[in-house]
Nanobody
Framework: QVHLVESGGGLVQAGGSLRLSCAAA????????MGWYRQAPGKQRELVAT???????NYADFVKGRFTISRDNAKNTVYLQMNSLKPEDTAVYYC???????????????WGQGTQVTVSS
């Protein structure tokens, strides 16, 4: 059984920084694209950033220049460095990963448990 364990959320003042981590644990062969999504109260879950196994990144417009996604393949971990945080960044942040169980696949989509990020004014 594979699960994603998130950490790093919390309460921060506007303009501050947080670093989220998400580590894959369990039995699997490989991890493909990993990403971060967020969901604010009463809103749809939205993509924040993704990163491929080779390191290619994609960001939502509302976080460009402020957030940085990275990964450590040796540790099976994806990170989200969040700087210049705004109150509108307040949401539950979920990590996502496409994980291959065996060499021949197929891959499956996994989600972390979510971590709360609250930015106060």
């Amino acid at each position: 059984q594979v699960h994603l364990v998130e950490s790093g959320g919390g309460l921060v003042q506007a303009g501050g920084s947080l670093r989220l981590s998400c580590a894959a644990a369990g039995t699997f062969f490989s991890i493909n694209t990993m990403g971060w999504y967020r969901q604010a109260p009463g809103k749809q879950r939205e993509l924040v950033a993704t990163i491929t196994k080779g390191g290619s990144t994609n960001y939502a417009d509302f976080v460009k220049g402020r957030f940085t996604i990275s990964r450590d393949n040796a540790k099976n971990t994806v990170y989200l460095q969040m700087n210049s945080l705004k109150p509108e960044d307040t949401a539950v942040y979920y990590c996502n990963a496409g994980i291959i169980g065996t060499y021949t696949g197929p891959w499956r989509d996994y989600w972390g448990q979510g971590t709360q990020v609250t930015v106060s004014s």
